[in-house]
Structures are given as C-alpha cells and as structure tokens.
C-alpha cells in the first residue's frame, strides 16, 4: 500500500511520527462509460470555458472566487494557512466513542508508526485501550481540515474522519409521524420481535451480494449465453392491521 499522509501524532508532549494508508476500498464493480452505437470508451476532458480547448494536468491550478476575480492558491498557501495542522495530528481532547453518532462518520485510515515513534505509539495504543476512550484530533489532508477520531483496532491504531457538525443538514422541512400515533400494544409487540432478531454483530457475514450477481450475470452475457434472471416475489400483505403484521413476522422468524 502507498502511504497517502506523512507526518506525526501529537499526544500531549509525546511526538509520533507515522504515515496513513487508505483502509478501505470500494466492493462494486468498476463499470466504465461507453459509447452505445460502437463500444468505444468515454473520456473526460479538461476544457477551458474561456477557449474551449483541452488543458494538460500540468496547467491546472487551484482558485478562490473573490469579489468576483480568483485567486490562485498554490501548496504553500494551504500549508501557511496552518502549518501546525499541516504536519500534526494533535490528540488533546478523550471522548466516549458512543457519544459520536454514526451520522457523523466518513473514511477510515490506518496509521503505521515510523522506527523512530515505535514505542510511543505502542504507548498510546495501550493506554486508549485500557481507558475505553478515543481521541479527538483536527489536522490538515488533502488541503482541507479533517476533524478525526483515533482508536485502535486489535494492534493498529486507526483514524477515522468524521463530519463537522456544520456539515449534517437541518431535519427541519423532513416530515415524520408523531410518537402519539404508536400504540403502547404495537410497541411491545415490536419490542418483542427486535429481541427476537437480535444478535451479536459480526461483519464478515454482510457481504456485497450484489455485485457478485452482477458480476455472473456480466460473464454469462460474455460467453454468450441468457443470463439467468431471478424474478422478484413481492409478499403481499394480507391485512392492513399492524399488529397482525407483527404477529406475522413473529411467526416466520420462529418457522426459518
């Protein structure tokens, strides 16, 4: 894996110097565009509004709309903007990680220690697992602020990015039911089948079924041969009445 961040974890006077690489990848197919009439590929091209003419990478600047005329911004400026977060992933604030609601979270990254910052991070991987905490931490990637949250994972320390709360849009104009139209027998009997579905949570049985069928269905059409199409059996609910839906689900868990 290529690194895609150098720089270090500052822990209170304690300085880690390590690198990040991407924890995730995507599961769905890498489809591309193609031209319907001959199967030839689809390119994007950088045009010039101004000239209408394709710009080469190496002519391609980053700018700020100010007052109407931009400003070019080049590396040094985003660094200059706050060279300590530029370098510095400062761990100074410890939360419970269920305090954090999952709306907030984004990409994860995996954090390796350099030679030299070995037994710090170790240090600090012990000491975020005896207290149950996780750190809070703000830097610079990518010529934008990241807000982070640090924990470990077995033995490597991970860096999740997390949304700014000015990022989460208002629910304001989204419409949903009052809690007075649920009646208490309705809750209990939904209550009973949560408890009835509930479980431990183990990830590795989710597994991204569908672009495995896609992918069966791209071969079979590859070879030639129809592919085989599962056709979808809608369940028709025989009465309207909630709670003899929810009796209906009791049952079919206790049948399967």
Known sequence: MKA????????????????????????????????????GKIHYQRINENTGR????????KAY?????????????FEEAAPEKSKIIEVNHFVDESEIDTIYFENSYYIEPEKSGAKAYALLREALNKSGKVGVAQFVMRTAAALTVLKPLKDILVLSKIRFAQE????????????????????????????????????TKYKDEYAAELLKLIKAKASGKRPTVRKLKIAHRKTEDLMEQLKASLNKKKAS
Request: charged share 25%; aromatic share 8%.
């Open 65 to 77: 709309m100010l007052n109407d005329e931009y400003v070019l911004i080049d590396q040094v400026d």
């Open 168 to 203: 989460i849009r208002s629910t304001d104009e989204i419409n949903v039911p009052a809690k007075s139209q649920v009646k208490p027998a309705e809750l209990k009997m939904a209550m009973t089948l949560i408890n009835q579905y509930s479980g431990s949570f183990d990830i």
């Open 4 to 39: 895609i961040w150098k720089g270090a974890i500052g822990f209170g006077l304690v300085n880690i110097p390590v690198r990040l690489f991407s924890a995730t990848e995507q599961s769905n197919l890498d489809l591309d565009m193609v031209d319907l009439r001959d199967m």
């Open 54 to 61: 394709e710009v080469k990478w190496e002519n391609i600047a």
